[in-house]
């Protein structure tokens, strides 16, 4: 059989391989997507169950609450018996059944992720909750106006509370962890006969390649022996050694030609290859070298900047008639000084410095530098663009959340973060010889370094300046006029949020906000903190209800307004 037969038999062999291979590969990825899907939907069930155990735990602790305040206030005034009391507001009603309302909402995301055949447990929980909501509605309404009927009301919840709460929810909760750890065991179990099959037809596939190069191998062997055996003496320098090769054919004239180029060129190769390694080893050197520098300039200096002064040695100072230029600084720090180890408290600093250097990379703003617990990033240089006011505050958004998700009851520190942006024009350049420094200068940053220190904490104080250039896209809260260190005064404002009316969705980022971002600027925004849409609908709510509606809810607000 000749060589061109024995490879196409080979691709064939190795082509039937691939073909079974790609279709155990489609079924297993169909028994993975199928288990994945159960374990997701068994999550999600955990996730909509616990929910809804919270809910009714804190509805229970409510009702508990109000009827033992009932039963303290129908003892100290027995005259509440007949009506005195006016009772519970219609607001206050209106709120409880909007209470009840998201339970029942609970409940029906987990009948829609619960096939039909195993939702019997769950309807028996909604038969049973609907009887008690009816049962706490009824004491609300009448707490405070009829003591009599709130009072049979309650005594009409209290069985169906403990069946659902002590019963039902319990039984529901340990069925749904043994569905997660079924589902969990079937993802296990397909990996590992994918795994199996895997490696079977890498067996298979070697063994068969095996005997295809046994088998050529056999046939050119009597040929290739001489060959290889000349080519090992050639490669070790043996320049004596002749192929024999007695054959008048292709192979034979090509040992000829071996052994006559091997004698004229072999020590020409070997001393050019000395010189090439040689060479190579010193290129490396100075690659590295390069390398290192460069990494090292670029770290210190942006790379436009970085570029020309390599190019010329010297960076020209530039005037940008548009940046935006922020401030940060930790409160707290000055007092962490005096309790943590200087080890730590650099640590800490790192911690935070690296998060906030991700942050302003994703934005394009250029990092200036830090003092101290000072970090001074700017935006609209040295790349020149229109939407460094917004970029600047969506990042500004972003320290904040950083500071406070560090900011926990174990935690070594709790600091909070002032941040200052005012946006104007600056001179930018490179001063040092031996230690470079891109910075800037002007009144702009003497203005951003006062809306820092004049700003509240763990909140974003703009200048009027940058509010003009925003405040198509974030609300603001007026502060008034605001006297600075200088004892003059300054209108302010304090950066809330996204525009509810840019929140019309709940992808990230909306689209609404996108579509204005790209009419203003003509691109799409470069991040977007995913936490200001769902902090947007709750400052919206706030709004909606009034001055007069409960807002303890809101506590959990990215900006912590009691500061100011």
């Keep these: 059989m000749s060589i061109r037969r024995r490879l196409a038999l080979t691709f064939l062999a190795i082509l039937l391989l691939f073909a079974v291979n790609l279709a155990i590969y489609s079924w297993s990825a169909i028994l993975r997507s199928r288990t994945v899907e159960a374990f997701d939907r068994a999550l999600k069930r955990q996730v909509a169950l616990s929910a809804l155990n919270q809910e009714l735990d804190n509805l229970h602790k409510q009702i508990t609450l109000l009827s033992q305040l009932q039963s303290e206030e129908a003892s100290q005034t027995p005259a509440a018996a007949g009506g005195s009391d006016p009772g519970i507001s219609e607001e206050e009603r209106v709120t409880f059944a909007n209470q009840l309302a998201e339970v029942r909402a609970h409940i029906r995301e987990l009948q829609n992720l619960t096939d039909t055949s195993e939702r019997s447990g769950i309807d028996e929980i909604a038969d049973t909750y609907n009887q008690l909501g009816e049962a706490w509605l009824g004491f609300y309404q009448y707490m405070g106006t009829e003591q009599t009927v709130s009072l049979a009301q309650l005594i009409r919840a209290d069985p169906l509370t403990r069946r659902l709460l002590v019963q039902l929810l319990p039984e529901l909760e340990k069925s749904e962890q043994q569905r997660v750890h079924t589902a969990e065991l079937q993802s296990t179990s397909v990996a590992r006969f994918t795994e199996r099959i895997t490696v079977v037809i890498f067996a298979i596939s070697a063994f068969v390649g095996l005997l295809v190069a046994l088998s050529i191998s056999r046939y050119l062997n009597s040929v290739l022996r001489l060959l290889m055996k000349g080519a090992s003496a050639f490669g070790k320098g043996d320049l004596r050694h002749k192929i024999e090769l007695a054959r008048d054919d292709e192979m034979g004239r090509l040992a000829d030609a071996f052994n006559e180029m091997a004698g004229n060129l072999l020590n020409a190769r070997t001393e050019m290859e000395k010189t090439q390694l040689e060479l190579k080893i010193r290129n490396q050197e100075v690659e590295t070298q390069r390398q290192v520098s460069e990494s090292l300039l670029l770290q210190i200096l942006p790379a436009k900047v970085a570029a020309e002064l390599q190019a010329r040695g010297s960076v020209q100072p530039k ?246």
């Design 319 to 564: 005037y940008f008639d548009d940046v935006t230029i922020i401030f940060t600084d930790f409160k707290g720090f000055t007092l962490s000084t005096e309790k943590l180890a200087a080890e730590e408290l650099v640590y800490l600093l790192h911690d935070y410095f690296t998060a906030f250097d991700e942050i302003t990379s994703r934005y394009g703003l250029e990092k200036l530098k830090t003092i101290g617990d000072s970090y001074m990033c700017a935006g609209g240089l040295p790349q020149r663009n229109s939407s460094h006011p917004i970029d600047a505050v969506l990042a500004a958004f972003e320290f904040v959340k950083v500071v406070q998700d560090r900011d926990r009851p174990d935690g070594q520190v709790h600091w909070q973060v002032r941040i200052g942006i005012h946006s104007g024009a600056v001179i930018a350049g490179v001063v040092g010889i031996q230690k470079f420094a891109f910075d800037i200068w002007g009144d702009t940053v003497n203005f951003a370094s006062r809306m820092e220190s004049s700003g509240v904490p763990n909140r974003i104080n703009l200048s009027s300046a940058t509010h003009t250039r925003i405040k198509d896209f974030i609300q603001c809260e007026y502060r008034g006029k605001v006297q600075t260190k200088e004892k003059r005064e300054y209108d302010m404002y304090l950066a809330e949020g996204i525009l509810p009316n840019l929140v019309n969705d709940s992808s990230c980022p909306p689209s609404a906000f996108v579509r204005r971002y790209h009419t203003y600027y003509e691109k799409d925004p470069p991040s977007f903190p995913s936490f200001l849409v769902d902090q947007t609908a709750r400052l919206d709510t706030e709004v909606s209800r009034g001055p007069d509606a409960d807002v303890t809810a809101n506590t959990s607000l990215t900006f912590d307004r009691t500061h100011e």
